[in-house]
Structures are given as C-alpha cells and as structure tokens.
C-alpha cells in the first residue's frame, strides 16, 4: 500500500515551454503533498508544500509564479514549470502522507521522479 | 529538525550485514529516526523509523542508542541491489528535511 505515481517519468523540452508533471496518490487519499527538486551528485531539497483545496506554499526562493502547483483533489497534485529554462533541469520527486492528519509517526512515501531536461 | 552526521560513503561485501551509523545529538524527545534510501534515479524509499526502541522489518533493524543520540541501520545480508544512498533523518515536522546521507557500496 501507499504508492505515489508520479508521470511522466521523463521529459524533454525546449527552453521557453512549460511542463506539467502529475503526482498521484494511488491508494490513498492525500490532503498534502509535497514536491521535492534534485540537482545531480547533490540531496533532495524541498521546494513547497501542496495543499488540498488551497494555495501551496513554497520554500525560500523558490519561485511561485515558475513553478505552479494545483491540488485539485485528495490524490492528485500537478507541477507546472513555466518558461522553462536549462538551469530548470533537475529530478522532481512528489511526497505525500497517507491520511488527512499525519502524526511524526507516519511515513512519507515518494513518487519515482521526473526527470526534466530543458534544451 | 535535528541535524544528523552521516559517514560519506561505505563499503559491504555481498551477503554481510551492513552497519550504517547516524548522530544525531541534538535530537529532541517527540523526533522520530527515520530511514530512506534512494537508489540512483529513483524516489527515495521508506525503510524504517523509531522513537526510542530498536525496531525490526523485513528490510532492516534499527538500533537506537539509550540517549538516543545515534542510531545504525542494519541491513542484515547485504545484496548488490542493496547500493544506494541511505538518509538518516531526525522528524519534528510533516515534510522530511534531507542531508548528504551514506553511499553504501555493495561489494561482489
């Protein structure tokens, strides 16, 4: 149980587009999620939190009006990378908690990524 | 959340058990332990948490010290397929703060 989809698993763009990446919790539902960016030979760095039925909140410089993220239901939460430019290609890996209210007892559960690369 | 210290980078040989460590001295009493390892190019994957018991599942064992200012993971029998970068973090929060972690090498 607790599996997170993220799609697609891989993307190339061209510089000036936008990229939707879509995060799905599968067998559970999904309050908050969470979106994480991974630059090569370095940690996953957290880039905002996904909120449910309301606006996400982003992490210190991290871009609101470049990364757009819409919550619409309690399993899905979707990353748009607006204007894309090459210094945007990095691994972008989705989180959630099972359940509406996670206790620090809960795992977090992680989509497989989504590799970008803006030419 | 806690910081934790992590060694760089570890060596196993297949089919023994691998001892990873974790500092985490300034760890509060409501911070869990928590382990993820993430293979290359995939999403991190849950391995185990605790508070202040050891802990046991079918993929590892978690040692927590009494103090609870260091933990180790052990991986019983270590596969090649067991290479990764393993996180050791400290949870006060609902997201899940990474640092550097351990890559452990299985070794043929």
């Known amino acids: 149980g607790a599996v997170v989809s993220q799609h697609p698993s891989w993307v190339i763009c061209k510089s000036g587009t936008s990229v939707k990446i879509e995060c799905r919790s599968l067998d559970f539902q999904a309050t908050t999620m969470f979106w994480y960016r991974q630059f090569p030979k370095q940690s996953l760095m957290l880039m905002a939190t996904s909120n449910e039925g309301s606006k996400a909140t982003y992490e210190q410089g991290v871009e609101k009006d470049k990364f757009l993220i819409n919550h619409a239901s309690l399993t899905l939460s979707t990353l748009t990378v607006t204007s894309a430019h090459p210094e945007d290609s990095s691994f972008y890996i989705c989180?959630?908690?099972?359940?509406?209210?996670?206790?620090?007892?809960?795992?977090?559960?992680f989509g497989n990524g989504t590799r970008l690369t803006v030419t | 959340d806690a910081k934790t210290t992590q060694p760089t980078s570890m060596d196993c040989a297949e089919g023994r058990a691998a001892n990873l460590p974790c500092n985490h001295s300034t760890i509060s009493g409501n911070e869990y332990v928590y382990w993820y390892r993430q293979i290359h190019s995939q999403g991190p994957q849950y391995i185990i948490h605790?508070?202040?018991n050891n802990e046991t599942n079918e993929m590892a064992s978690l040692i927590i010290t009494e103090d609870r200012k260091s933990s180790t993971l052990i991986l019983p029998h270590a596969t090649l397929r067991d290479t990764a970068v393993y996180y050791c973090i400290v949870n006060s929060a609902r997201q899940l703060t990474f640092g550097s972690g351990t890559q452990l090498t299985v070794l043929p």
């Open positions: 605790g508070l202040k």
């Open positions: 989180s959630a908690y099972p359940g509406t209210a996670p206790s620090y007892n809960s795992p977090l559960h």
